[in-house]
């Protein structure tokens, strides 16, 4: 019989097949004898990339800071020009340079040295960070040897390593009882830290009035400082437990698992998790930006809710709460959309990440964790099923505890997002309110004539010099949206000399004022004026804090200060009988410790004469008075300006009444269109005038009357 053609094929492959056989062994025993040099030189590899890796990183940040100081630079000279909305540009958020200076920052103000409490919660933190990632070691271990007693059968040893496991389990609770703990503290620690620094910044050099009236940028501070300030703070301390329980996690059981399973392996596995973890971060969507745009719009939705509040009055009597609603709609309907785009993104990107994580990280650690049966490694010894077991269950146990790590790594990218974010935020109002103390205002010009024009006068500066009197010398009036109401006023007031300043709507009389009380920065000429203390300002509807009667009498003083003053309540009750105001210590139960919504109990007369008693118990130099007797008697303006001068205040008044002319020395009056006239006043001779022009035009009015009879007469001629 002839031979089958297909037997010398099967023994060629056969034989190639054996001779494979032979290399892979000749290879592994190779590999085998000389794995302590090949370990040794993957190491020294992997440790000398990271160097260089480091080295590089450094380089370029040196690189990029000075590329950012060179364009900061460049901004700083067109930013006043420009008068763009810095928030309306949509910063992009994003883990880079400018997040981790920002970030750096704001760890200097909630970490400020290394006695503090912070860093002594931070050391604690980490003391139980370690102390629970080697409990987990032991709890690996013991999980191994549980169920090697349960394969031999052994039944006191399974049962004494149950009772072992529960006692472990107390100071593992513990640890994390304690973790939660400080996490929670840490917490409440970097709030109060910020908060406090921004409030002292925030209401300091009048930086509030600054940011909502003189810049655009920020447009609801209150947001910032109340909520995202509490999400920063909850973000960065969950932040570190987020990135160094992991990063300790993975380090000690790496280390482990490649005493068991050989380090190549490890190392292997690591380059696999790396490349898919690149990928993964490649297709993560921008969660900070998204987490910053829902702030933003989670913010002007409580902002138009606030607002309708504070307008209540005039909507209602506009009927306007229909429009209100569409409003208050489309604020929520348009957060609402973005919160379900948000969340579908994550849905998508949640599910791409559970199948990596869980599942292929899962089976390359089945793998890895195998090796030690399939394959026989120098100083590892496998005599029985039990040992075998207990091998393969511990390295499991270690390895998913470094899967988990490192799944946890990876879901802190989403966290350190959501963290940029609000530190985007928050720098942002950190950097606004730094740039409003230094006079550097941004915002949107509106003026009807020539904004280029506006906004490099805007930029300019003009002097403030301190005097015990009052002297403008060429100063422009400027509203912060570019309208010049005034190119150059000059005018000079002397202690003593009482100024009435009138003229129509709009025309600068109570920008003048702004920049007398340093509201507003002088944008050119010389400005000569007492301290801001030494100015008292009473606006038509003062101020009421809330508080006791007596915090009315003496705001923004506090009952220390008072005391310091040396001034009693019998002192402040004899203020209120000047004004006829003592009944209010009999009305409101509890006298001068009686607290109410005074802007809703008491009428707009009575807000006015409080107001006045306020100037009294102060005792300025100067006081501003703009339109603060509308809604008395002309008894009561009589005793208010007597009282005042007899204080020795010198008074500066805005209002059109012209019972207040016989209290003034000087008039100053806008026409509107630019121009004014400061002169002294003559009470009695402008009332005359002003008498006989009245008269002049009721007999003007009657002029076409007259004009028609003569012609009516004419006719019947």
């Known amino acids: 019989m002839a031979p089958s053609p297909s037997k010398p094929v099967a023994l060629g492959s056969a034989a190639h097949a054996h001779t494979i056989r032979g290399i892979i062994s000749q290879l592994t025993t190779m590999y085998l004898r000389n794995r302590t040099g090949i370990s040794r030189a993957v190491y020294i590899t992997l440790f000398v990339a990271l160097v260089n890796r480091i080295r590089h990183s450094i380089a370029d940040q040196r690189g990029a800071s000075a590329r950012e100081a060179e364009k900061r630079a460049q901004r700083a000279g067109t930013t006043a020009a420009s008068g763009e909305d810095e928030e309306g540009k949509k910063k992009k958020v994003e883990l880079n340079r400018e997040f981790v200076r920002s970030l750096m920052r704001l760890l200097r103000i909630v970490v400020p040295g290394w006695r503090t409490k912070e860093t002594q919660l931070l050391i604690s933190h980490s003391f139980f960070l370690i102390l629970r990632t080697l409990i987990s070691l032991k709890v690996a271990a013991m999980d191994g040897a549980i169920v090697k007693a349960l394969i031999k059968g052994n039944g006191r040893e399974f049962l004494m390593r149950i009772v072992w496991w529960m006692l472990i389990a107390v100071p593992a609770t513990f640890t994390n009882s304690m973790l939660a703990y400080h996490q929670a503290e840490l917490s409440l620690r ?37 909520v995202d300030v509490t999400k920063f ?171 988990d790590a490192f799944g946890r790594l990876m879901f802190s990218y989403k966290e350190l997002m959501e963290l940029a974010g609000f530190t985007s935020r928050v720098s942002s109002l950190l950097e606004v309110m730094d740039e409003v103390q230094a006079g550097n205002f941004s915002k949107k010009l509106v003026s009807s004539s020539d904004t280029e024009a506006n906004a490099a006068a805007l930029k300019s500066r003009g002097k403030v010099i301190l005097s015990k009197d009052i002297e403008f010398v060429d100063v422009p009036i400027i509203s912060p949206n570019g309208d010049v109401l005034v190119a150059a006023l000059s005018f000079a007031l002397k202690q003593g000399d009482h100024l009435l300043v009138v003229g129509p709507n709009g025309c600068g009389k109570s920008s003048l004022f702004r920049i007398l009380g340093g509201l507003w920065p002088v944008y050119g000429g010389t400005v000569r004026k007492p301290h801001f203390s030494e100015i008292f300002y009473i606006p038509q509807r003062p101020y009421l804090s809330s508080g006791s009667l007596r915090q009315q009498i003496i705001y923004p003083d506090g009952p220390r200060t008072m005391r310091n003053k040396r001034v009693t309540d019998d002192d402040l009750a004899a203020i209120l009988r000047t004004l006829s105001l003592e009944h209010l210590l009999d009305v409101y139960p509890g006298g001068w410790d009686a607290e109410a919504e005074w802007r809703d109990v008491l009428s707009g007369g009575l807000q006015q004469r409080i107001a006045m008693a306020r100037l009294f118990y102060h005792r300025p130099r100067y006081a501003i008075l703009d339109e603060c007797t509308s809604s008395v008697t002309l008894d009561t303006e009589k005793v208010m300006y007597d009282t005042a001068k007899q204080l020795g205040i010198t008074l500066m008044t805005v209002s059109h009444r012209r019972s207040l002319w016989k209290y003034h020395t000087h008039i100053l009056q806008f026409d509107g269109q630019g121009k004014y006239v400061f002169t002294r006043l003559d009470a009695d001779r402008r009332m005359r005038l002003e008498d006989e022009k009245e008269d002049l035009e009721v007999l003007l009015r009657g002029v076409p009357e007259i004009e028609r009879r003569v012609r009516e007469l004419a006719g019947e001629e």
């Open 233 to 403: 703070s909850t973000n960065l301390a969950e932040l570190y437990s987020n990135l160094a329980k992991p990063i300790l996690d993975m380090t000690i059981y790496t280390v482990s698992l490649s005493r068991n399973v050989g380090g190549e392996g490890v190392v292997f596995m690591s380059l696999l998790v790396q490349l898919s973890a690149a990928v993964m971060r490649a297709l993560t969507p921008p969660f900070g930006k998204y987490v910053a745009d829902e702030a933003r719009l989670e913010g002007e939705f409580r902002f138009q809710h606030s607002r309708l509040i504070d307008h209540s009055e005039e909507v209602a009597l506009y009927a306007g709460h229909e429009a209100e609603k569409d409003t208050l709609d489309k604020g929520y309907f348009t957060l609402i959309k973005h919160i379900n785009y948000l969340l579908r993104r994550r849905f998508y990107h949640g599910f791409m990440e559970d199948y990596v994580v869980k599942y292929i990280w899962g089976a390359l650690g089945l793998l890895l964790c195998s090796l030690p049966v399939f394959v026989k490694l120098p100083g590892h010894t496998v005599s029985s099923m039990g040992d075998r077991t207990e091998s393969f269950v511990t390295n499991r146990r270690m390895l998913l505890g470094a899967s």
């Open 190 to 226: 970097y709030r109060s830290r910020l908060t406090e620094y921004i409030h002292d910044q925030y209401l300091s050099k009048l930086t509030f009035y600054g940011i909502s009236a003189l810049d655009d940028r920020i447009k609801n501070a209150d947001q910032l400082i109340a």
